[in-house]
T-cell receptor, first 117, second 110 residues
Framework: DVKVTQSSRYLVKRTGEKVFLECVQD?????MFWYRQDPGLGLRLIYF???????EKGDIPEGYSVSREKKERFSLILESASTNQTSMYLC????????????????FGPGTRLLVL | GQSLEQPSEVTAVEGAIVQINCTYQ??????LSWYQQHDGGAPTFLSY????GLEETGRFSSFLSRSDSYGYLLLQELQMKDSASYFC???????????FGAGTTVTVRA
């Protein structure tokens, strides 16, 4: 079974703190993604990476950065946390390849619920 | 960009059939996927359609009409464990990204 793990299930931080969210996958997937999930808005893509040291902005990258130093690990960084970044953060991974079911099936971690006070 | 529309809520009784529609607008299109997410859990992949027609996987089926930019997920013989949120997602280009709808919360009543 594919396993995607995230460093914390729940996190409480103060405004202005630097926050690190880590994600590890064990399936040797090339692609990794960070989403945030808010009620009524679905999943919105923050950043993704299709290879080590590669990163691409998603739909809502402002206020976030990412790091991918190893294939299995993808970190999301909130440089200076703000209350509007209170959300559920989901990491996902997938195979790289020709378009099709294998490439488009994403495997998600359990999520980190972040509260910024 | 991509936009997807799906109903926000559906309620049905055990044993019933539920259809969740998804309409999309994309600049390109590779396929339509469906994900299930139980409360407090991770989204999990259910089905994928790249070509027109119906794909059946047990009690769940998914349909796609590319010409209508429309698809649906059909849940048959509903069970209490099917109470969850269901998301449609499209890939608009060969860049591995998915754009998700806002999700449909399905509530199954006894």
């Amino acid at each position: 079974d594919v396993k995607v793990t995230q460093s914390s299930r729940y996190l409480v931080k103060r405004t202005g703190e630097k926050v690190f969210l880590e994600c590890v996958q064990d399936m040797d997937h090339e692609n990794m993604f960070w989403y945030r999930q808010d009620p009524g808005l679905g999943l919105r893509l923050i950043y993704f990476s299709y290879d080590v040291k590669m990163k691409e902005k998603g739909d809502i990258p402002e206020g976030y950065s990412v790091s991918r130093e190893k294939k299995e690990r993808f970190s999301l960084i909130l440089e200076s946390a703000s209350t509007n970044q209170t959300s559920m953060y989901l990491c996902a991974s997938s195979f790289k390849g020709l378009a099709g079911i294998w490439q488009e099936t994403q495997y998600f971690g359990p999520g980190t619920r972040l509260l910024v006070l | 960009g991509q936009s997807l529309e799906q109903p926000s809520e559906v309620t049905a009784v055990e044993g019933a059939i539920v259809q969740i529609n998804c309409t999309y607008q994309t600049s390109g299109f590779y396929g339509l996927s469906w994900y299930q997410q139980h409360d407090g859990g991770a989204p999990t992949f259910l089905s994928y359609n790249a070509l027109d027609g119906l794909e059946e996987t047990g009690r769940f089926s998914s349909f796609l009409s590319r010409s209508d930019s429309y698809g649906y997920l059909l849940l048959q013989e509903l069970q209490m464990k099917d109470s969850a949120s269901y998301f449609c997602a499209v890939s608009g280009s060969n860049d591995y990204k998915l754009s998700f709808g806002a999700g449909t919360t399905v509530t199954v009543r006894a």
